[in-house]
């Protein structure tokens, strides 16, 4: 079955460094999309890709789409403790309803 | 903002035991999804429900468990009986749209539930 992995697993940065998580899919996607989850927490929706090698931001985050639609990227700018949290990526094969999370990459930002 | 609710928040079972979770999806949204958290691991695909009906379920969704909408407002996971590998975080979550339209999934604050 489809499987979507990350890395890093971890990842602790000074605050102010940047940070990136990958994505990585052994299915061709239709569409990936990012959460983050803060300890404790539930997921939150961040943002959908859905073009091939499509860029999206906001603010300090940067979200990217392979050409081949199936890995995708998040890059974090000059980080801030508030970045805290697992942050996960989520694809959808085509013909699905269902969401195949990835397996996460948890973010410490050290002040 | 809206908001998916969930209850309860937390609840403590006897294996074997019948746990019925709910939640309160968006007004306005029409797919409603469950997932499972186990601590410390990823959020996993139970089912998803469309129209009075499941869409699709994963391999985890077997027949200890069922979903329903029971009126215009809840949506509810059962689990017949219990088995402490089902202890985790379970999440509702619903969007407007389908996935094939584009979604926004929004997740409830989730239902932690200990099998003992």
């Known amino acids: ?111 | 903002e809206p908001e998916v609710t969930q209850t309860p928040s937390h609840q403590v079972t006897q294996m074997g035991q019948e746990v019925i979770l709910r939640c309160v999806p968006i007004s306005n949204h029409l797919y409603f999804y469950w997932y499972r958290q186990i601590l410390g691991q990823k959020v996993e695909f139970l089912v998803s429900f469309y129209n009075n009906e499941i869409s699709e379920k994963s391999e985890i969704f077997d027949d200890q468990f069922s979903v329903e909408r029971p009126d215009g407002s809840n949506f509810t996971l059962k689990i017949r009986s219990t088995k402490l590998e089902d202890s985790a975080m379970y999440f509702c979550a619903s969007s407007e749209k389908g996935p094939i339209s584009g979604n926004t999934i929004y997740f409830g604050e989730g239902s932690w539930l200990t099998v003992v």
């Open chain 1, 1 to 111: 079955g489809q499987q979507v992995m990350q890395i890093p697993q971890y990842q602790h940065v000074q605050e102010g460094e940047d940070f990136t998580t990958y994505c990585n899919s052994s299915t061709t996607l239709s569409n990936i999309q990012w959460y983050k989850q803060r300890p404790g927490g539930h997921p939150v929706f961040l943002i959908q890709l859905v073009k091939s090698g499509e860029v999206k931001k906001q603010k300090r985050l940067t979200f990217q789409f392979g050409e081949a639609k199936k890995n995708s990227s998040l890059h974090i700018t000059a980080t801030q403790t508030t970045d805290v949290g697992t942050y996960f990526c989520a694809g959808r094969g085509g013909g699905t309803y269902k969401y195949i999370f990835g397996t996460g990459t948890r973010l410490k930002v050290l002040a």
